[in-house]
Each structure stands twice: as C-alpha cells, then as structure tokens.
C-alpha cells in the first residue's frame, strides 16, 4: 500500500551502485548482450542489493516483449462462471501458459461497450499473443485480432465471414460432428426411433456442428422442425427445450443435448412431467464435465478433452511467437488441431 | 491472424503523413499539451487516416498510466471458477471497473510458482493497481503488493502479519462476526441447543470472523470441540464434516455453515444419515447465493451484499488513483468499508 510508483528504485540508482552507465544497465538487464561478464555481474549484485525490478513498459520498448498473454472469452461473465467447460479450457491454458513462465491476463466481457476497450486493449502493444473462443458469428473479435496485428489462437472451428481467406486463423477445435453422430447413433443402436435434439446458440460453429451429427446419423438433410429445440447451452434452456419438446412430439422417446448442462435441465423436465429416465426417454450430453456425473441417473455422454485444448491452444500460441518448437502442416504453416471425441456410455441411455 | 507488430502505422509514419515532427505527434497522442489547435487537428487526422494506434508501452512511460488494474484471487482456479461468490464479486468489480473505462485483468493462480510470475508482473508497470481476495494468513500477495508500490485495495479485513501497521491496507468487508451471531440466534430461538458449526479456513479472516459470531451468539469464549468441524468453504468439504459431526455428536439438531456451499454438502450428508431438515437437524448458510437458493430445502442464510463488495473495491481503488472524488475518514486518508449482513429466513431452519 505505502510508496507509488516513485519509491521504487531507478535503473539510474543501480548504474550509481554498480558505477557504470544507464546504457550497461539497461543492456543487462533485457538480456546482456555486449556486455562483459564482469561488468554483468557486478550490475546484477546491484540489481539486488537494491532490488531493482525492470519497468516493463521501458523494457518492452526495446524486445518487443510482454511475456503476457491475453485470453478472451466472448460470453457473459455469467456464463463463463456457470459452465465447467470454461474452467476445464482456461485451466489447459493456465498451465501450458504457466510452464513457458508466460502471464495469463483474463479479460471479462459483458457489456457490447467492453469490446472497444478490449480492442483498444489488445492492440495497445500489452500482451504478446491473445486466445479467443466461444466465438459466435458476428463477434468483432477477430475482425479486432486481425486490426491488432497479434498473433491469436482461437478455440473452436472459425465460423465467421472472412474466417476462409488467407492467412487462414489458427485454432484448435473438437470433432463436433462426428461425436454427435456417436451420440446419436447409440440412441439408434438401443432402439431409440423418435429422437429429439437440444441445440446450442446456432451462431455457434460447435453448436452447429453438432447439430449436422445429428443429422448424419439420422441420415436426413434437414432435422424434423418437431423434433429440435434451442437450449442456448445453459441448464435452464435445456430445461425449457425440454418442455417445449414434450409439448410438441408427446411421443418422443429419447433426447440428444448438446451439452451436459442442457442434459442435465432437460433430466430435470422429464421428471418434472413424470418421465422415466431411461425407461420412457433416453438422454444424451455432450462434453463429459463434471455435470454429467453429478446428474441423476449419471449421463451418457460424448468425452472431448477440454483441458487438452486449452493446453493446446496455448501451445499453437507458443509456437507462432517462436517461443516453442514449429509442427507445420504440409503447406509449411502452422496448423490448426482437430482433437477425437468418443462416447462415453452410462446409465441415462 | 496476419501481419505481427511490424505492420502497423508507427509514430512516424503518422509524422510524415501530417508533416510534423516525431515529438509533436507524441505530444498529440499523449494529450496534446502546448500544441496549436490546428496542428492537432492534423495530427489528429493523419492518426485517423493511417489507423495509428499508440503503443501502450510507449505511451505510458509519458503518462505513466496503462488504464488496466490486476485482479488476484488468493484461490486455485477450481475453486475460483466453482465457487459463485467470487463469479459474483467480479461482476461487481467488472461493472465499476468498465463504467471507468478500465480494463480488468484477471490473474489466475495455481502452482506456488504462479506467484513469483505475478509478483513480477504486478511490479513491472503494467497496471495502475491491484484489487485481491480471499486472502490467507501465509499468502505471499500483500507482500507483492507492497513492493510493487502498487495501489491496492483489499476484499476482506487483512489478517497478515503486518497488517496493523500505517499505512493501513485498504479493504472492503462485510460484518462476518455480525452475521454468523444472527444466524446462531436465530437457531437458539427456534429452540435448537446442540448447535454445531462448520468453519471455512482459519486462516482466512472471513472463516474466523464467522466462527467468532457462533461463540458470541452462545456466549462461550471457546467453541466445544465436538460440536465444530472444518469445511473448506467448498461443498465436499461441508459434506464430510458434517459426517464428523454427526459421527462425534449424533444428538446435535442444527448446524451453521460458514457458506451456502458447505450447508449445501452438509444438506446432503444428513439426508444420507436419514436426518430431516429442518425436523431433526435446522440447517442456516451464509452467503444467499444460487446454492442456497437452489437447497432442498431452501437454505436459511445469511446475505451479503457481494456484487456490492467487488464494486466498492473498485471504486475505493478509483478514489486511490485519483479517479473518483475521495470519501475519506475521519483522519483524512481514504477510509475501508465494511457492509451489513442481514439473516434470511427459509425452509431449512
């Protein structure tokens, strides 16, 4: 609390202490290049006899280095704590991160006014690198990222326009369609023939790509209007999708949720109209968090590794700011990672 | 994704575009002190036309402000992003910080080496101060605080060694030892004579203020050791020692829980044992938060205003930095806060 930036010793006090110029400080301290090891030496007793930290804004100038990374989620803090998937993603993150001794900075967004912030934010010269996900379609931030000039990692297949031309944005997303087509082919495999969905936010590329599973198991072009409802990836909208469901096709005798809050609101429905799970109507989720084994009965799911990703993600990070081993794809780039999902069966189907 | 820091305009390009110096556009994006209006206005296109953005770093070695302030929770991240206390104490600070147009970065922790990463980042200039919570008597932070010379504001009464010393840290806390009496009152009046409580972490003031309100509201100057049970503050923790406690003390017929989350463990513990709530044991939380809410039975509880707190954490630093009017005590600094806490009767009690 006591002090301010101004009790703070100066780069000036340790050249006093050692006895040598600012510049020799300076060039010892952002890495020692040109500087004999005696005179490096006799600096860095200074730098702690005194207890000198580096400003990092001066420092910065001269390596063009944070060593910060910026991580945005593009949802309401409200559901960045709500969701376990958040925290699984953001742990991956913290750790990759945390090995390369990088900083991690969490931006929070709420209001459509914190995005000019975090544009002016991003492009402000604070942080090495930036990592984005849960983008929907008409997210500014990539067109931000883009303005920035960082290099950015995104989580999630890029669905927005633009996202197809050169350079292509670099990500890491799961195999959301064929996970969805596992889910929704076991409910066939048990007998299941009226077979409702739960979809995410459909601005969503792995909402919509679960969607497309479901109909690559059904075969189908289009998905029976009766048999899908919208869930906006909350527990509460799968509870309401499930009512909405059961109102409409009474008959249907299994349900595919794209995610395990989802399923576990709609579990929630079911019983609230006397339905047996998974007597009278299967269940299935979607990502195997934690919500999945606290359900009642313990759902059946589809497992992505969601802390793998994160790791993954910042990994891609490292790698384009030069600061881990290249893996380029043929075309010599960087390339993005697609990770396997796979059905993980218990006792709601 | 393209480009890299090279491409963007630098203060040059903008120099030679306006046809003024290097120093005059400088002078123009830090404010434009002692420049004519006209030249501004020429810089200030020339900004516009070649999309310039000043580089942070540059900028606030002249200001000296980075218009950015760290937030650290004290907590591993399962437990920050698990628990809805600190979900909703940094939508609090948030909304201040946003209505400022500041921009929040959040810090997370995990590994003990976690800490010497940010220490070096809270002290490298990047921020104009620091807001941190749920700390611990042992925890390194305001330590880092101190050193870094940083601004900084405090959730929760500091209980660090040190801590009694001018300059008295700033902080923000709600009335535990208050609340936790009510809470125990309350169970005294409805005619419960075997109270027992579950503690959150001694050494957090928080737990230990709360535990303090549980020996004043029976009047005992220590707490009979059979009827207390440590819980962690999380759910799993509340379960197992309610288990304890009821292993130790079968006749007891209520229980204070430190938080929502532990009652809500201990909730499930009873019913476990065949303990009717609130027939055979009367169960009050703290917090009113969703669990308490979402409890069966609904959880008596007692509420603190937390969105309130992260926001008078955020307008306290505010004051600190010169951006909002100072309030101040009675000796003239600027005063710490603490709120009320207020009992909330439901089913469980």
Do not use: C
């Amino acid at each position: 609390m006591s002090g301010g930036h101004g009790s703070r010793p100066t780069l000036e006090a340790v050249a006093a202490h050692a006895g040598v110029s600012r510049a020799t400080v300076s060039r010892v301290v952002n890495g020692g290049a040109g500087v004999r090891a005696e005179v490096r030496d006799k600096v860095q007793q200074s730098v702690e006899a005194l207890g000198y930290v580096p400003n990092s804004a001066a420092r910065s100038l001269v390596t063009r280095r944070t060593g910060a990374v910026a991580v945005v989620i593009a949802e309401p803090e409200t559901r960045v704590f709500s969701d376990p998937f958040f925290a699984q993603q953001l742990r991956g993150i913290s750790r990759e991160l945390s090995e390369r001794d990088m900083q991690l900075l969490l931006l929070l967004l709420e209001q459509r006014k914190d995005y000019e912030r975090i544009g002016r934010y991003l492009s402000g010269g604070h942080v090495d690198g930036a990592l984005m996900f849960s983008l929907h379609t008409e997210d500014p931030l990539p067109a931000m990222a883009n303005e920035s000039g960082l290099p950015t990692v995104f989580g999630g297949r890029p669905g927005w326009p633009g996202a197809d031309r050169e350079p292509r944005p670099l990500y890491v997303d799961t195999d959301n369609r064929g996970g969805a087509r596992q889910a929704v082919e076991h409910l066939l495999e048990r007998g299941r023939r009226r077979i409702a969905v739960i979809t995410g936010p459909l601005d969503q590329t792995s909402a919509l790509d679960r969607l497309h599973g479901y109909r690559d198991a059904l075969d189908v072009m289009e998905a029976d209007p009766a048999l899908v409802a919208h869930g906006g990836f909350t527990a509460e909208g799968g509870e309401r999708a499930m009512a909405e469901l059961l109102d409409r096709t009474p008959d249907l005798d299994a349900v595919f949720a794209g995610s395990d809050l989802m399923a576990s609101g709609a579990i929630r429905t079911l019983r609230a109209y006397g339905r047996r799970v998974p007597e009278d109507v299967a269940v299935v989720g979607y990502d195997d968090l934690e919500p999945a084994a606290w359900a009642d009965p313990p759902l059946t799911t589809v497992r992505q590794d969601v802390e793998g990703m994160g790791r993954m993600m910042a990994e891609l990070l490292m790698r384009r700011l030069g600061l881990a081993p290249e893996s380029r794809g043929a075309d010599g780039v960087p390339a993005s990672v697609v990770t396997s999902a796979r059905l993980v069966v218990r006792a709601s189907s």
